[in-house]
C-alpha cells in the first residue's frame, strides 16, 4: 500500500505525509493508510475523517506527543473539550467518531494495545427537528417555472432541481444518475439513484419530473448515450454540455444563483429540495412510512427530521399574539 494510493483514494484531501503521530513505526504508517484505502468506502466520510484524525495529530504534536503509544484517555478528552468551544456539538461528536474509529483499526492492526478514545464521551446532542431551510409549495412551483425552458443549461437545472424535490433524492445520488438510470417501465418514466452504503434505489417519476427530463434529454441529444452521466457541465459561452458530471459545489452554487433570480430570501442549499418534497408530501396526506421508503432512510426518526409540518402551525399561532 502506498502514499500515492491514498492520495488518489482521498481525492481532494491532499495528503503530504503520513502525520508524525502515526509514522512513529513503519507498522503503524501503513495501518494509517490502509484505513483510509480501504476501511472507509465512503468518499464524503473518508475526507472529513482524514480531515478530523489531522486535526488530532496536530494538536498531540502542539502538546509534545510524538509516540501514538503515549496518548492516554486524558489526552482525548482534553481534545475534545476544546473542540467543544470552536465547533458545534454534531462536528465535535464527527471528530470524535473518526479519532476512536483510527484508534480501533490499530489496536486490531496491534499497533497500539488499547484505544485511548474508547472511554472518552462526546457532547449530548438530541435532534427532534431537522435545520434543513424547506421551501414552501409556491417557493418551489416559482423557483421551478422561473428557469428559462429555451435554453439547455435552464433544461438541464429545471430537471435537476426536479429530481431532488420529486425522488427525495440526495444531491450526491442524483450528480451520479447516468442516463440509463431514467428508464421507462410500465408505461412510466422510472428514475434509479445509488444512495449511501451502496443502496440502489428506484422510484416511478412525478408526471412533471418525467416531462422536464424528457424536455432535458430530448434538447441535449443524450438518448444514444446511457452510460454517459445525466447532469453534465457546460463548456464556453456556447454552453455545449461535456462529457463530466456536475459538482455538488457547482450544483450549490447554481441553486444560490437561480433562488436569488427568481426572489427566494431564505437561503436555501442542495438538500432543502430532499426535505421540501418530502414535506409537501406529507402535508399533502402522504403517509411517514411510505415517505421513509421513498426517501430510502434505514429508520423513522430520520424520516421525523424532514417532516417539517409544524413549521406552519407555528407561524399560525405567532400570529394570535395581537399586540
Not at 465535535?92 to 494495545?113: C, E, S, T
Not at 436555501?268 to 412510512?289: D, K, P, V
Request: charged share 25%.
Amino acid at each position: 500500500m502506498t502514499t500515492s494510493l491514498v492520495r488518489r483514494t482521498l481525492s481532494s484531501a491532499a495528503v503530504a505525509k503520513v502525520p508524525a503521530l502515526y509514522a512513529s513505526t513503519a507498522q503503524a504508517a501503513k495501518r494509517f493508510i490502509e484505513y483510509f484505502a480501504s476501511n472507509i468506502r465512503n468518499p464524503n466520510t473518508r475526507r472529513a475523517y482524514f480531515h478530523a484524525v489531522l486535526e488530532f495529530s496536530s494538536w498531540c504534536e502542539a502538546q509534545k506527543f510524538t509516540e501514538i503509544v503515549d496518548i492516554e484517555p486524558l489526552h482525548v478528552a482534553a481534545y475534545i473539550e476544546q473542540l467543544g468551544a470552536r465547533l458545534a456539538k454534531p462536528s465535535v461528536k464527527q471528530h470524535l467518531a473518526a479519532i476512536r474509529m483510527l484508534f480501533d483499526w490499530l489496536v486490531v492492526g496491534q499497533v497500539v494495545a488499547t484505544n485511548p478514545a474508547a472511554p472518552v464521551r462526546g457532547p449530548k446532542y438530541t435532534v427532534r427537528k431537522g435545520k434543513t431551510p424547506v421551501l414552501a409549495q409556491e417557493e418551489a412551483r416559482e423557483l421551478l417555472d422561473s428557469l428559462d425552458a429555451s435554453t439547455l443549461v435552464g433544461l438541464r437545472d429545471r430537471a435537476l432541481i426536479a429530481t431532488m424535490i420529486y425522488t427525495f433524492g440526495r444531491v450526491g445520488a442524483v450528480i451520479k444518475m447516468r442516463v440509463e438510470d431514467y428508464y421507462t417501465q410500465g408505461r412510466r418514466g422510472w428514475v434509479r439513484l445509488h444512495e449511501k452504503g451502496g443502496k440502489r434505489h428506484e422510484m416511478p417519476c412525478n408526471h412533471n419530473l418525467e416531462a422536464y427530463l424528457d424536455a432535458y434529454i430530448n434538447a441535449a441529444g443524450l438518448a444514444g448515450d446511457l452510460k454517459g452521466y445525466l447532469f453534465r457541465t457546460v463548456r464556453g459561452r456556447g454552453r455545449a454540455l461535456t462529457t463530466n458530471p456536475l459538482a455538488q459545489a457547482d450544483v450549490y452554487r447554481m441553486i444560490r444563483r437561480r433562488a436569488f433570480k427568481a426572489g427566494i430570501k431564505t437561503r436555501i442549499g442542495n438538500h432543502t429540495f430532499r426535505a421540501t418534497g418530502i414535506t409537501q408530501y406529507l402535508r399533502n396526506g402522504g403517509r411517514r412510512e411510505l415517505a421513509q421508503q421513498m426517501a430510502a432512510h434505514e429508520s423513522p426518526r430520520t424520516t421525523a427530521l424532514y417532516d417539517r409540518r409544524d413549521d406552519e402551525v407555528a407561524v399560525d399561532e405567532v400570529e394570535r399574539i395581537l399586540i
